[in-house]
């Protein structure tokens, strides 16, 4: 019977599934996604998203945790033919990914389905990414109700650029013949009366 035992085993020992935990999250900081199955992303999701808190914190302490959590490894480029160390998976855990998600609470992770399967076991494989985050652009004046009203750049830009384009070109759009043509056809049946014997 399974009773209380919590977690998932993956079908392996204690310390390969730490270990496997360890290099799926090193990947992931490294590369900003990795592809694997599904179990093993969701089973993997929780550990990134503590480490990323840890990141955040950016204290001595919560570096020396997230090294004895993770361990660090360091992240090389092949320059000639051989490895050059770059920089290391805690430095830029703490240096690059901790200050991008300061301003928000979890969910610093994600799994996206991809329509593949694995050619060995034909296990569902999925995508684990860092989220990234989306500038919002946020309007700082209501709009007034007096005759001057504030105008954007941008949308008078837009609005002139059209107008511009029809001065050039003396022939009409085609669209606007078409358009033309259907409204003289929904015209011409809405006035003619309707026989009812």
Do not use: W
Not at 2 to 13: F, S
Not at 49 to 55: D, G, I, N, S, W
Not at 60 to 77: E, Y
Request: with cysteine; hydrophobic share 30%.
């Amino acid at each position: 019977m399974r009773h209380k035992v919590a977690g998932k085993h993956l079908g392996r020992t204690s310390a390969h599934r730490r270990a496997l935990r360890r290099n799926l999250v090193a990947s992931l900081f490294e590369h900003g996604t990795i592809s694997t199955t599904r179990e093993k992303a969701k089973f993997v999701k929780p550990f990134a998203e503590k480490l990323v808190t840890l990141a955040k914190d950016g204290s001595l302490h919560a570096r020396r945790r997230a090294i004895a959590l993770l361990q660090d490894r360091n992240i090389c480029k092949i320059e000639d033919g051989e490895p050059v160390k770059v920089d290391t998976v805690i430095s830029r855990l703490f240096s690059e990914i901790g200050p991008r998600f300061s301003d928000r609470n979890g969910g610093y992770t994600r799994i996206v389905n991809v329509p593949l399967r694995r050619i060995g076991d034909n296990g569902q494989l999925v995508l684990l990414q860092l989220v990234s985050e989306l500038k919002k652009t946020v309007r700082t004046e209501l709009p007034t109700l007096s005759d001057e009203a504030p105008v954007d750049a941008e949308t008078t830009s837009k609005q002139t650029e059209p107008a511009e384009q029809a001065e050039q070109t003396d022939e009409p759009n085609a669209e606007d013949q078409t358009s033309d043509q259907n409204e003289a056809g929904r015209g011409e049946s809405q006035d003619a009366p309707e026989k009812t014997e």
